[in-house]
């Protein structure tokens, strides 16, 4: 019998994971469906898994606080809208990372996976090893977007992703600010698109409407409760982190 944690705070996504769970042949159970970061410490400091199924972002925090607070040893496999979290996803004992909506194809392939680790030879039971080969085999090759297309009125221009502050979104119109202080128009239609093209540990979405590049951040000043100021360098004005993003965007800005 497989035991199953659900950690997930959207009732759609939950039901949607129990259905997948359920056309399974395996023996399996899902023990607890759980919404928040408390909760799943709670329950994981006196209860053993074989498998954690896990959002990111919760109702009161980062999942990943939940693993800095309680020893897991089981595999997990993190869904998410975003895929900022690939790195740190993978620095726990994430096996697979599944960005929102995934089909039921792709459920299957992260199941898959966890089966393949489940019955590794208990002589080679060094689960982490087998986790890192497995990852590297899945994202070695991943590249990421080195330079944007700009249109004018008498054609297009290039602008180098290393050369890009942040990204702003604004009444539907994404603009790119460079380190020269110049702001250049998109075509990409959302931010979401773009932070899918980006290295996550290069660049960081701090709110709704604005992604940031590491190397240009000059300053980080406290600005309201759970809220940080970010100031660019060669811009006056600090952007602002949301409250769901500031602690993981102070783990990422560490690293």
Not at 109 to 127: H, P
Not at 193 to 203: G, H, M, R, S, T
Request: glycine content about 2%; proline content about 2%.
């Amino acid at each position: 019998m497989i035991k199953i944690l659900i950690i997930e705070d959207e009732i759609p996504a939950r039901k949607k994971l129990i259905r997948f769970l359920e056309e399974l042949d395996t023996t399996k159970e899902v023990v607890a469906e759980i919404d928040t970061v408390q909760k799943a410490i709670d329950f994981l400091a006196n209860t053993k898994v074989d498998l954690i199924i896990s959002d990111i972002e919760l109702l009161d925090g980062n999942a990943f606080e939940i693993y800095k607070e309680v020893a897991v040893a089981c595999p997990i496999i993190f869904t998410t809208a975003y895929d900022r979290f690939l790195m740190d996803a993978f620095e726990t004992n994430g096996i697979e990372y599944l960005l929102k909506p995934f089909s039921r194809e792709r459920f299957q392939k992260a199941w898959n996976k966890f089966l393949q680790l489940r019955n590794i030879d208990s002589e080679n039971d060094n689960l982490l090893l087998n986790l890192t080969k497995l990852i590297e085999s899945n994202f070695s090759e991943k590249s990421y977007k080195k330079r944007f297309t700009i249109n004018y009125r008498q054609g297009i221009y290039f602008l180098e992703t290393e050369n890009i502050a942040f990204f702003q979104a604004d009444e539907g119109v994404i603009f790119a600010f460079d380190t020269s202080g110049k702001k250049h128009i998109l075509t990409e239609s959302t931010l979401t698109k773009i932070e899918e093209q980006l290295n996550p540990a290069e660049f960081f979405r701090i709110n709704r409407s604005e992604l940031v590049a590491k190397k240009q951040i000059e300053k980080i000043e406290r600005f309201a409760k759970n809220t940080l100021a970010v100031k660019m360098r060669g811009y006056g004005v600090s952007l602002k982190t949301s409250q769901s993003t500031t602690a993981s965007f102070r783990e990422w800005v560490e690293k």
